[in-house]
């Protein structure tokens, strides 16, 4: 991508100036971010650089922290007017083997409301826009491991088999260290598919023999998606790929389809035209279909039926720009009640006056799966903190750690919170294994208050060593003990070396 690509104009110095904007990081995170990108890091300003086109979402970008290798992984939570998750994603920013700035992503949880709205091209799409304006110099990727419906998606937006590109193999790949070629695997999974499914219906032998060199000749994900074999009763449908072919969109949809580790470069030859033309392609699509949408409700909003000007109102709530407003404003004092109250409520959502009480509501209703309402609550807390502290109290002893965890930046912020922060650590300790999130609750609890260096919480972080942890959390107790200015913390590291296993010397 060059500069003059991009929606933002000159992207280098639109994008950065965006990308500062707003409160800072935790310390630690922001210097982090400062490393890696060059240039001051705001909340709200990396937040609104994962903003998708479509004006019904606003992404909160939270739980940011700092790996072992100095890389940054943080969540992307898209809120919904309603106050519902409408995408989470983790992604996980920082260097690569050979330098390159890179960005892994995880497959993001996309609510099936909100799965033909662009979210993900958007995405792929602001990702490579922050990549470019950032780490140019060092030719930066996006990377992932293509799994389940991630293998057809990773093939139409353009990425490449990352094991043979220059770079390799994503170091956060799942499958990071493999010297197995994951095209050859791709290509050999094909050729099986095609002969299971041409024994069921009697394709013909030049058919396959066909498709047989067509499978062989494949070089990127792309070309498994215009694979085809004529005459098997798959899906005719075009599907929204470019040139997707039915034998092809059902091989990587396929749930014994292997997996492969894929990349995307944001300029040279590991830029895809295809997946440039497909992201414009559904970019287009979702514009047009939402501006249909939303004319169609206007017009309901000039009839004289209550019922149909409710209902448009109700419907353009969750959906409509903000250039509506000024349509709906009109209807505020409408002579039906009705319709008045409608449009007032259509207002509240739409200018997002309200979104913070909907969030919290959300993660109250304990009918909700856990790990949204934790996200929900991680959003009021790092961006609405004042909303939620008539539920601290008790939300930092909620029995899911998932919870707990929402609101330790809250506690962090307390003019003495060491002891708090130590608190809820003794209180929460690694030997309960049948808690979901408890190794991240106590790794965040760690790490803030390794960052404080309080000597009233050196008991517990030497306690917690002693209690033979695992490898990710005695790594984290180590550097908070390493980096504490009492002795007492030399003695609880040398007592920990001293009980470690040294095998016999042959």
Same mark, same amino acid.
């Given at each position: 991508m060059?500069?003059?690509? +991009?929606?933002?104009?000159?992207?280098?110095?639109?994008v950065t100036?965006l990308?500062g %904007?707003?409160?800072?990081f935790d310390?630690v995170?922001d210097q982090?971010?400062?490393?890696?990108f060059?240039?001051p890091?705001? /909340?709200?300003?990396l937040s609104?650089?994962f903003?998708?086109?479509?004006?019904?979402v606003?992404t909160?970008?939270v739980?940011a922290?700092v790996e072992s290798?100095g890389?940054?992984?943080?969540?992307?939570?898209?809120?919904?007017?309603d106050?519902?998750?409408?995408f989470?994603? /983790?992604?996980?920013?920082?260097?690569?083997r050979?330098?390159?700035?890179?960005?892994?992503?995880?497959f993001?949880?996309?609510?099936p409301?909100?799965r033909w709205?662009n979210i993900? +091209?958007?995405?792929?799409?602001?990702?490579?826009?922050?990549?470019d304006?950032t780490?140019?110099a060092? +030719?930066p990727r996006?990377?992932?491991?293509? =799994?389940e419906?991630?293998r057809?998606?990773a093939a139409?937006?353009?990425?490449s088999?990352a094991?043979?590109?220059k770079?390799?193999?994503p170091?956060?790949?799942i499958?990071?260290?493999?010297?197995?070629?994951?095209r050859?695997i791709l290509?050999?999974?094909?050729?099986?598919?095609a002969r299971r499914?041409?024994?069921?219906?009697?394709?013909?032998?030049?058919?396959l023999d #066909?498709? &047989?060199?067509?499978? !062989?000749?494949?070089r990127q994900?792309?070309d498994?998606?215009?694979l085809?074999l004529?005459?098997a009763?798959l899906?005719?449908?075009r599907?929204d790929?470019? !040139?997707?072919r039915?034998?092809?969109r059902a091989?990587?949809?396929?749930?014994d389809t292997?997996?492969?580790?894929?990349t995307l470069y944001?300029?040279?030859?590991?830029r895809?035209p295809?997946?440039?033309r497909?992201r414009?392609e559904?970019?287009?699509?979702?514009?047009?279909r939402?501006?249909?949408?939303v004319?169609?409700?206007?017009?309901?909003?000039?009839?004289r039926?209550r019922? @149909?000007r409710?209902?448009?109102l109700?419907?353009?709530?969750?959906?409509?720009? =903000?250039w509506?407003l000024?349509?709906?404003?009109?209807l +505020?004092?409408?002579?039906?009640?009705?319709v008045?109250?409608? &449009?007032r409520q259509a207002?509240?959502?739409i200018?997002? @006056?309200?979104?913070?009480?909907?969030?919290?509501?959300?993660?109250?209703?304990?009918?909700?799966?856990?790990?949204? #309402?934790?996200?929900?609550y991680?959003?009021?807390?790092?961006?609405?903190?004042?909303?939620?502290?008539?539920r601290?109290?008790?939300l930092?002893?909620?029995p899911?750690?998932r919870?707990? %965890?929402?609101v330790i930046?809250?506690?962090a912020?307390w003019?003495?919170?060491a002891p708090?922060?130590?608190a809820?650590?003794?209180?929460?300790?690694?030997?309960?294994?049948d808690r979901p999130g408890?190794?991240?609750? /106590?790794?965040?609890?760690i790490n /803030?208050?390794?960052a404080?260096?309080d000597?009233?919480?050196l008991p517990?972080?030497?306690?917690g060593l002693?209690?033979d942890?695992?490898?990710?959390?005695a790594s984290?107790?180590s550097?908070?003990?390493?980096a504490?200015?009492?002795?007492?913390a030399r003695?609880?590291?040398?007592?920990?070396?001293q009980?470690l296993?040294?095998?016999?010397?042959?």
């Amino acid at each position: 991508m060059t500069p003059g690509d +991009s929606r933002f104009g000159s992207v280098t110095n639109a994008v950065t100036d965006l990308l500062g %904007k707003g409160r800072p990081f935790d310390a630690v995170v922001d210097q982090a971010w400062f490393r890696l990108f060059r240039t001051p890091v705001g /909340r709200e300003g990396l937040s609104r650089i994962f903003q998708p086109g479509f004006p019904g979402v606003r992404t909160f970008v939270v739980d940011a922290r700092v790996e072992s290798d100095g890389a940054v992984s943080f969540t992307i939570a898209g809120m919904a007017r309603d106050g519902t998750p409408a995408f989470i994603g /983790r992604r996980t920013c920082g260097r690569g083997r050979m330098g390159t700035l890179e960005l892994h992503r995880s497959f993001d949880e996309l609510a099936p409301a909100f799965r033909w709205r662009n979210i993900t +091209s958007d995405l792929i799409r602001r990702e490579l826009e922050l990549l470019d304006a950032t780490g140019a110099a060092t +030719s930066p990727r996006i990377t992932l491991d293509a =799994t389940e419906a991630a293998r057809y998606l990773a093939a139409v937006h353009g990425f490449s088999f990352a094991d043979e590109s220059k770079d390799g193999p994503p170091g956060r790949s799942i499958r990071a260290r493999d010297p197995a070629s994951d095209r050859e695997i791709l290509a050999a999974a094909a050729h099986n598919f095609a002969r299971r499914l041409a024994a069921r219906h009697s394709t013909p032998p030049a058919e396959l023999d #066909r498709l &047989a060199r067509d499978i !062989d000749a494949c070089r990127q994900p792309i070309d498994f998606v215009r694979l085809d074999l004529p005459g098997a009763p798959l899906d005719p449908s075009r599907g929204d790929g470019p !040139d997707a072919r039915p034998f092809g969109r059902a091989f990587l949809r396929d749930r014994d389809t292997p997996s492969y580790r894929a990349t995307l470069y944001t300029s040279g030859p590991g830029r895809s035209p295809e997946g440039d033309r497909y992201r414009d392609e559904r970019t287009h699509r979702s514009e047009a279909r939402l501006a249909t949408e939303v004319q169609a409700h206007l017009d309901e909003l000039a009839g004289r039926s209550r019922a @149909s000007r409710v209902r448009a109102l109700d419907a353009l709530a969750p959906i409509a720009p =903000t250039w509506v407003l000024s349509e709906i404003r009109q209807l +505020s004092d409408d002579p039906d009640r009705k319709v008045a109250t409608a &449009a007032r409520q259509a207002i509240r959502r739409i200018g997002g @006056s309200d979104l913070v009480e909907r969030v919290l509501a959300f993660g109250d209703d304990v009918k909700n799966p856990p790990e949204a #309402r934790a996200t929900a609550y991680r959003v009021v807390s790092e961006f609405f903190p004042t909303h939620i502290s008539s539920r601290l109290p008790m939300l930092r002893i909620d029995p899911d750690a998932r919870i707990q %965890k929402s609101v330790i930046p809250v506690i962090a912020e307390w003019e003495d919170a060491a002891p708090e922060l130590g608190a809820m650590l003794g209180a929460n300790p690694s030997n309960d294994l049948d808690r979901p999130g408890l190794g991240a609750l /106590r790794l965040e609890l760690i790490n /803030r208050l390794a960052a404080l260096a309080d000597p009233r919480t050196l008991p517990i972080l030497m306690a917690g060593l002693a209690q033979d942890p695992a490898p990710e959390e005695a790594s984290a107790l180590s550097r908070a003990l390493i980096a504490h200015p009492d002795p007492r913390a030399r003695l609880a590291l040398a007592a920990r070396t001293q009980n470690l296993d040294i095998p016999p010397v042959p």
